[in-house]
């Protein structure tokens, strides 16, 4: 482990000194102590991303301050991030000058030896330093103003679906579905409760969490049990695990302590007065009729993530159930197993992608990074007869920000027709 260690922060040490090269050109004519202050800047932010890397190794980040855990990580994320683009930008110059010094017949052609040569260089490398460093500029405010205005920009999304075969009795069923409240991530309750105010607002006949409560460990959800306790609706509020639920992503002393872990979570929502679904289904009734909801453990299509989801056990016994709903938190199991093997699951809801919390959404066009890995990511999908909602996710993980992908909180009306 070690040695990965040393390996990441020799790659990031070479990446800051040829980073550097750019900062050098670009403050060439600038006064001493401009250059000074410019060149004790970078380093000593160098620095302290390296050193936090280094003591994240030696003292368990999960166990530091939340602040200090959340702000130092983001430091990191932003400033590596935006030195990249000035990478690029290096990279090209760098390369242009290698096809010119081994002569190939283009860079003959666009590079021709001139009196002048070294000084072309040097004002090209500086061009592409100034190009690099102001193009770098751009994610680097984008993700800081992403960590104060974005992370906390709840946004309500309304949704209207009509289905044929929906029981009268449930026409005009208002449905709140959250997901990835990733708790850990959040230095206190105020934003939590801001959003519960919000969710509360919209009078939601039910309400569905899918997955994700915490980031590791079970202990990152003390203090806000008061929170979540005030979320309730008159037809219930039911919930899954997802993948981060289970502790995957954090080193147990010992499988009993890791398998402790993962009950204390199940736990916690029933002390929530939610109703979580392990692999099994219930039914919402109202005037006599039912609806069929299903839950189902996390299950990926991907392989570095786990399936602990099992369709067949959950919905055994109500095959002659009119309307169903399933919650399942990686959109990937709509494709890989719902879609082909379970055509009467009207409405499949997830969550885990976030949108990758970055990206852009405009009316007609969205993109996000996570879309090259995720077909489903984020809104609304259909195949035949049976649709998709991918939720953004309500809180955040890494990186604490939203650039472009706002936290959601998602209405849907069910309406017979």
Known sequence: ???????????????????????????????IITQRVITWTYWSLTAFALTIIMLGYLIDWHDWNRALRTYSFAII???????????LFLLIEDISRLLRWTGTSVNRAFFSSTPNNETVRISRLKFFSQVG?????????????????????????KVK????????SFDGLKILQISDLHTGSFIDTHHVQRAVNIMLKQNADLIFFTGDLVNDRAVETDGF???????????????????????????WQSWEAKAANLERVKSLHGEYGWKILLNEHTYIEKNGEKIGLIGVENWSAHRNFSKHGDMKRATQ????????????????????????????????????????????????????PVQYFYKQWADLYREGDQYLYVNRGLGFIGYPGRVGIMPEITVIELLKG
Do not use: C
């Open 317 to 368: 016994g109500m095959e002659n159930t009119p309307f169903k709903i399933l919650l399942s938190h990686d959109p990937s199991h709509w494709n890989a197993e719902i879609t082909n093997d379970y055509k009467d699951v009207d409405l499949t809801l997830s969550g885990h992608t976030h949108g990758f919390q970055f990206g852009v959404e405009i009316p007609g066009f969205k993109w996000s």
């Open 1 to 31: 482990m070690l040695w990965r260690i040393l390996l990441i922060l020799s790659i990031l040490f070479v990446i800051d000194l040829y980073v550097f090269q750019a900062v050098k050109m670009v403050m060439q004519n600038r006064t």
């Open 225 to 251: 049990g008061d929170v979540y306790r005030q979320l309730q609706a008159p037809l219930g509020v039911f919930s899954i695990l997802g993948n981060h639920d289970y502790g995957d992503y954090y080193t």
């Open 133 to 157: 460093l102001i193009v770098a500029a751009i994610p680097f405010v984008s993700l800081i103003a992403g960590m104060f205005r974005g992370a906390y920009n709840y946004e309500v999304r």
């Open 77 to 87: 994320i932003i400033t590596y991030f935006s030195k990249i683009f000035v990478l």
């Open 161 to 168: 679906l009509k289905f044929p075969n929906l029981p009268s």
